[in-house]
C-alpha cells in the first residue's frame, strides 16, 4: 500500500561498517604496534651497543704462565736483560762484558733441546759476542722504552751505547735456502704456522699472521770511554738522549754517577756534527754536585726527566734533591724523607715511564709514588713547612697497599703507568701508579726473592727471574688507566698540585699521561643546557602564553608559524653563524649585551605600563594592533643598551670588561655581582608586591578612576624598579666591602666563542620546540574554565595565572623537558661556538665541551679497542642514561600535573 510507513519491529539495525575502513583501522594498528614496539627495541639495541663496548673497561686482568725454565746464567751474574716487543727475543749483558742475544723457546718447544740451546730447555743463544769494554760492569743505566744505555765501569770510566732490535722482512725463498744450507739440521718447515720462529742468521724470524717472514736482529754501538774517576762506578743513572732530527744544534748525554769514594759526579757529553764535513765532534765535563749532610751514604742515584735535578737517596729514606739548571752553580735545592714515621729500608728507587714519578718500595713491602709540584700552588698547611731553593717540592702523591714482603725487584711497563713489583717471598704484583689500581698477582715461582721483573715492551707479557729459574707470563691488563674513581672523581696527575678532574685525550709522545675524566664533559654539558634554557625556555613560554591567552586570531595566525619556522634553521648554519658573526660582535659590546639583559624586559615592561596610560577609549581601538605597540618599545630597549654599554664599562669594569675580569686585584666586584643581584632583587620585589603591597593598595584605590589607577601603577613599577637596582647595588657592594670577589667564579676570563654566546644562539634553536607544545597544551585548557573565571570578575592576566596555566602544567613542563633533551644532546652549534675547552666552570664568558661535541670530536680519531676508544663509548652511555634518567623523572612529574588538573 503506497504511503504506508514501515512498521517498526523493535529491533535495532545494525549498520555494516565498509571494509575499507575496517582494512584501515587494522593497517593502521598493526603498523602503530610495529613502529612503536619497533622503537623501543631499537632504542633497547642501541643500550646494548653501548654496554657491550664499555663492559671491557673493567674486566680484571689476566695473567697465564706460559713457561718456567732454568736460567743459564749465575745468581748476580748479568746485569741487565731486555725484551723484544714480539716477546720472541732477548739480549742480556753480564759482568764480564759478554752480550748475548737469545731466543725464548715457545712452550711447545720446551724440554726438546733444540740445536744451539744453551742450558736444556732454557734459551736458544742467538748471537754470543764480548764486549771490548776493558774492564768489569758495576753498574749499567737504561731508560724505559729507550734503546739508549750508560755502562759503569770498574776502571772509573762510562761508556754510552745503544742496543735496539732492527725489524726487516725476508722472502720465503731466502729463508728457505738459508736453513737448507746450514747443517743444523732445521729446515723452514719449522716455520708452519704464524706465530712459529726460528734462528735465522745473527736474529730470529717468525711467521706472521699474514704469512710474512719478520726477522728481528739486535743491532748495538758502544761509544769511546769517558774518564770520569779513579774509583769504580758504583751507581749510575742518565737521561735519554736529547734526539735532535734536524741536526742543527748539539746532541747532550747527561749521566750521573756515584763513584767508589762516594762522589757524586755530573756528566754531560755533547755531540755536534758538523754540516760540511759530517764529522761528529764530541766533548764532556765532568761536574762534582756539593755534598748532602741528610744523606749518609746514597744507595740510589736518579735523573729526572726533564733534566733539571739529580735525586739521590740512602737505604733511610733520606733524598737529596740537587738542581741542575745550572751547570756551573749545581745547588741541593731540598732534602726529603722517603719513608716518614716509618723504621723500614728503602729498597727500590726507579721512574716509571716519563722519569717524572718517582717510584719508592721499601722493606715493609710498602709502596709510593713521588713527584714534584711548585710550592706556591699549594697555600695550605701541609706545605707551609716546606722549603727549597727552586720554589719546587718533591711530594708522595700515590700510595699502594703493603706487600707480603720487602720488595726485592721493580719494572716499569714501556707503553703505560703500570709497574710491576717483586717480593722477597717470590711475590708479585702488577699496579697502576695514576690510578693507584691493582691490576693482578701473580703466581710465586716459589719462596725465593724475585730478582728480575720486566713488563713486554707491548704490555702484553712478563717475565720474572727468581730462584734461578726465569717465568714467561702472558698478560692481558684490561684497562688499568681507567676506573670509576679516575673517571668521576679527581686524580692527583704528574706535576699537578692537587688532584683534578682533567680531560687530555692525544698527546705528542708516549711519555705523555692521558687523562680520561668524564666530570669535564658532563659538567660541560649541564653548563650549555643552563644557560641555553635560561634563555630560551622565559621566551618560548611567555610567547606561548601571549598567543594562546591574549593575541588576536589573526595575530596569532601569523605569530605561531613564524615562530615555528624557526625549527626549520639547521644545526650547523646555527652554529656557523654564532661562531663566525655573533662571537666576534659580541666580543666588542660585551657590556652592551649584557645591559641588553635588563634593559630591554624593563623597556617591554615600560611599554605595558605606558599603554594602560592611554585614554580606554583609544586603547580599545587599537586593541589588536597592541603587539606592534611593544615593538618600538623592543628596539628603543636594544638601543638604549648599546648606548649604555660604554658607560656601564667605565663605571663598573675599569673602562676594560677584559681586563677587569682576568685582575681580580683590580677594582670592584659590584659590576659582576650585580649580574646575579638584579634578578635576584626583581624576583624579590615581585613576591614583595604580590604577597604584601597588592593586597594592601588595590581595595584602597580599587574605586578610582581607570586613569588614576593605571598612574598609580606605573608609579608603583618605577618605584619597584628603583628599589630592585637599589637592594642589588646595596647587596654587591656589601659582598664586594667583605672581599667577595665574583670574578672567578660565574664570571672569569673572557673568550670569544663561550657560554653565552651558546645559550642565546642554542636557546634560540629551542625556542619553536617548547613554544609550540606549550602552545598547543594551553589551547587545549577547556574554554569553560575560562568563562567561568572571567565571569567570577577576574581579569585575563589573572585567569591565565591562576586557571589555565596550572590546568595546562603538565603539557607546559613536558614541553620544557623535550627542550631540555634537545639542547642536551645538541652538537653543531656546541662544537663551533663552545670553544670546545673541557673545562668544569660555570663562567659564563668561557667554553666547554659537553659529551656530544666530546663524541663527534674524538671518535673518527679514536684507535679501535683502546681506552680512548670505549671511554668515549662510556660517554655516550652516560649520556643515555642522562637523558633516560631526566625523561623519567619528567614523566613522573608530568603524571602529578596532569592528576591535578583533573581534579578541575
Known sequence: MSGTQPRFTGRKRRLKTPWSVRFSDVLSEGVITVGGIGTIVAVCLVALVLVMEVVPLFRSATVQLLSERETPWREGQIVHFELNEYQTMGWLLTRDGVLQTV?????????????????????????EIKLDTGAEITAVSTSTGKSDI????????????????????????????????????????????????????DGVVQMTSQGQYRVQKLAWSLDDP????????????????????????????????????????????????????????????????????????????????????????????????????????????????????????????????????????????????????????????????????????????????????????????????????GYETGACSLFHMTTEKHVADLEPLGSDAVKLARIAPRDDGILLEAGGKMAHYALSPGFPDITLTSLFFPVWYEGYSE???????????????????????????????????????????????????????????????????MASLPSVVLGFVAALVFAPIVEQIVPACLAAVFVVPFMVLLGGFLWQLLPQRISLRIQPYRLFFL????????????????????????????????????????????????????????????????????????????????????GKFLALTLATLLLAVGVGSFFDFVGWDPRGTYIGEYDQRNSLIVGFVMGFAVIPIIYTIADDALS???????????????????????????????????ALMIGFGRVTGETMIVLMAGGNTPIEDWNIFNGFRTLSTNIAIELPEAVQGSSH??????????LFLLT???NTVAEVVRLYFRRRAVQL
Open 780 to 814: 587545549t585548557v577547556p574554554a569553560h574554565l575560562r568563562s567561568a573565571s572571567l565571569g567570577c570578575g577576574a581579569t585575563p592576566w589573572q585567569t591565565t595565572l591562576r586557571i589555565v596555566i596550572p590546568t595546562a602544567m603538565s603539557g607546559l613542563f613536558s
Open 226 to 421: 769517558i774518564e770520569v774517576s779513579g774509583a769504580p762506578i758504583a751507581l749510575l743513572d742518565h737521561l735519554p738522549q736529547n734526539n735532535n732530527s734536524s741536526g742543527i744544534g748539539p746532541q747532550e748525554n747527561v749521566f750521573v754517577v756515584l763513584t767508589g769514594d762516594k762522589q757524586l759526579k755530573l756528566g754531560v757529553v755533547t755531540e755536534k756534527k758538523s754540516l760540511l764535513t759530517g764529522k761528529v765532534k764530541r766533548s764532556s765535563e765532568i761536574y762534582d754536585l756539593p755534598a748532602a749532610d741528610h744523606v749518609n751514604e746514597p744507595a740510589f742515584v736518579l735523573l729526572a726527566g726533564l733534566g733539571n735535578n739529580v735525586l739521590a737517596a740512602d737505604a733511610d729514606g733520606n733524598l737529596a734533591r740537587f738542581s741542575i739548571r745550572d751547570y756551573d752553580d749545581i745547588q741541593l735545592a731540598e732534602q726529603v724523607d722517603l719513608l716518614p714515621d716509618s723504621d723500614a729500608k728503602l729498597t727500590r728507587c726507579d721512574w716509571v715511564l716519563g722519569r717524572e714519578t718517582l717510584f719508592c718500595g721499601d722493606s715493609e713491602g710498602k709502596c709510593s709514588g713521588w713527584f714534584q709540584i711548585r710550592l706556591a700552588d699549594r697555600q695550605d698547611d701541609a706545605f707551609a713547612e716546606r722549603k727549597s731553593s727552586d720554589g719546587f717540592a718533591l711530594i708522595q702523591a700515590h700510595q699502594f697497599p703493603a706487600g707480603p714482603a720487602a720488595v726485592s725487584s721493580f719494572g716499569a711497563s714501556s707503553r703505560s703507568r703500570m709497574f710491576l713489583v
Open 499 to 565: 688532584p683534578l678532574n682533567m680531560w687530555q685525550s692525544s698527546s705528542s709522545k708516549i711519555e705523555d699521561e692521558l687523562k680520561f675524566s668524564l666530570f669535564p664533559l658532563i659538567s660541560g654539558t649541564f653548563k650549555a643546557t643552563f644557560y641555553s634554557m635560561l634563555f630560551g625556555s622565559p621566551i618560548a613560554l611567555l610567547a606561548a602564553i601571549y598567543t594562546s591567552e591574549f593575541a588576536t586570531r589573526r595575530t596569532r595566525t601569523v605569530v605561531k608559524p613564524a615562530v615555528e619556522m
Open 884 to 886: 633516560f634518567l631526566i
Open 631 to 714: 615593538v618600538p618599545m623592543l628596539f628603543a630597549g636594544i638601543y638604549l643598551a648599546y648606548l649604555l654599554g660604554p658607560a656601564i664599562e667605565r663605571w663598573l669594569f675599569l673602562g676594560d670588561i677584559k681586563y677587569w675580569l682576568v685582575h681580580p686585584e683590580k677594582g670592584s666586584g659590584l659590576g659582576g655581582w650585580l649580574l646575579i643581584l638584579l634578578p635576584a632583587s626583581a624576583l624579590a620585589m615581585l613576591a614583595l608586591d604580590s604577597y604584601g603591597i597588592a593586597g594592601y593598595w588595590r581595595s584602597r584605590v580599587a574605586l578610582l578612576p581607570r586613569s588614576v589607577f593605571s598612574l598609580i601603577g606605573f
Open 150 to 201: 750508560v755502562l759503569g765501569l770498574a776502571d772509573g770510566t762510562v761508556r754510552i751505547g745503544d742496543f735496539r732490535f732492527e725489524t726487516t722482512f725476508v722472502d720465503p725463498i731466502e729463508i728457505k735456502d738459508w736453513f737448507t744450507e746450514q747443517a743444523h739440521g732445521l729446515s723452514s718447515a719449522k716455520l708452519k704456522s704464524p706465530g712459529d720462529t726460528a734462528i735465522f742468521k
Open 103 to 127: 731466543r725464548l723457546t715457545p712452550p711447545s718447544e720446551e724440554g726438546k733441546g733444540t740445536e744451539g740451546s744453551a742450558g736444556g730447555a732454557s734459551f736458544d743463544v742467538v748471537q
Open 869 to 878: 676508544y670505549r671511554v668515549l663509548f662510556l660517554s655516550a652511555l652516560v
